[in-house]
Nanobody, 122 residues
Framework: QVQLQESGPGLVEPSQTLSLTCAVSGGSITNNNYYWTWIRQPLGKGLEWIGYITDRGTTYYSPSLKSRTSISRDTANNQFSLQLSSVLPEDTAVYYC??????????????WGQGTQVTVSS
């Protein structure tokens, strides 16, 4: 069964780059049935999709974050990463990685990692 776990610094200073890594077990990030996504949730607010990377390494980003976002992968270690540059306090959120899979006529985002709190503050 696929499991995901986020890791990275919990505190980032404004204007710096937020960097997180998602370790994947139980499934390969090069499996052509899956995409690998990043999602965040600010305190008291809804979920926001950040972007995803495909089995081939193609990336897609939310238009609102595209200019600051980079998702990459490390196939040797079966993990993928998020970099969000020029962060602001508004980027403070719980960040999740998750698997995206097409099932029947829908795309299912599951499973998710447990999430990691990232605070942007000086």
């Amino acid at each position: 069964q696929v499991q995901l776990q986020e890791s990275g610094p919990g505190l980032v200073e404004p204007s710096q780059t937020l960097s997180l890594t998602c370790a994947v077990s139980g499934g390969s990030i090069t499996n052509n049935n899956y995409y690998w996504t990043w999602i965040r949730q600010p305190l008291g607010k809804g979920l926001e999709w950040i972007g995803y990377i495909t089995d081939r390494g193609t990336t897609y980003y939310s238009p609102s974050l595209k200019s600051r976002t980079s998702i990459s992968r490390d196939t040797a270690n079966n993990q993928f990463s998020l970099q969000l540059s020029s962060v602001l306090p508004e980027d403070t959120a719980v960040y999740y990685c998750a698997k995206l899979e097409k099932q029947d006529d829908d795309y299912v985002i599951a499973p998710w990692g447990q999430g990691t709190q990232v605070t942007v503050s000086s």
